[in-house]
């Protein structure tokens, strides 16, 4: 398996392309139109794409990708949060219609490509954020960052929950290296040894 971080250009999210055969690839959260023309340049077609959650600078290329032929899905605590009310406009960066092809439940394992996608619902910063564990990684997308976690003041949002999921995410067993949705990465056992900080 293989992970391409690319980084936004502006204000967005990491994206990530997550591919096992270097042909076919999975987009984990793709922020900006530029990952279609990321992953063609890497000879890569992005059949499905995995929302983190649905804000708007995690999900500015699904609907790019979804034109290119990609199916876009998210926990279906999020679909709404994706579609409807993703602070794009509020934050004057309007995301291009796409849809959501599919939803899936907590704990729900996504077979793509021959990879497993283990969906782990991490609610806090939003009511349906989501990571997903592959291997021994962990996207993340903004629950745990290097040194940090998520904010809880925008819509959907909730503190408790943020601490739940946090818990959640350090009680896995054994280390994975951590992809989030800003930043740089780390792994699971730096956060749980700074977790005090940010708990």
Do not use: W
Request: net charge negative.
């Amino acid at each position: 398996m293989t992970i391409y971080k690319i980084l936004p250009i502006g204000f967005a999210a990491n994206a990530y392309l997550v591919t096992a055969d270097n042909k076919t690839a999975v987009a984990i959260d793709p922020a900006q139109p530029r990952v279609l023309g990321e992953a063609q340049r890497r000879g890569l077609i992005v059949t499905h794409v995995l929302l983190t959650h649905g804000h708007f600078d995690h999900i500015g290329g699904c609907a790019a990708l979804q034109a290119a032929g990609a199916k876009v899905g998210c926990l279906q605590e999020e679909r709404e949060t994706a579609l409807f009310h993703n602070l794009g406009e509020e934050f004057s960066s309007p995301v291009p219609p796409f849809r959501i092809d599919f939803t899936f439940k907590n704990g729900k394992t996504l077979s793509i490509s021959g990879i497993n996608f283990h969906a782990i619902a991490t609610p806090g910063h939003t009511a349906g954020s989501c990571t997903f564990r592959v291997g021994d990684a962990l996207f993340t997308g903004d629950t745990l960052f290097a040194g940090d976690r998520g904010r809880t003041d925008l819509p959907t949002g909730n503190e408790g929950q943020m601490r739940e999921s946090l818990k959640t995410l350090f009680g896995l067993q054994g280390d994975f290296a951590v992809y989030p949705g800003h930043g740089e990465g780390t792994t699971l056992q730096k956060e749980r040894e700074n977790a005090d900080f940010f708990m």
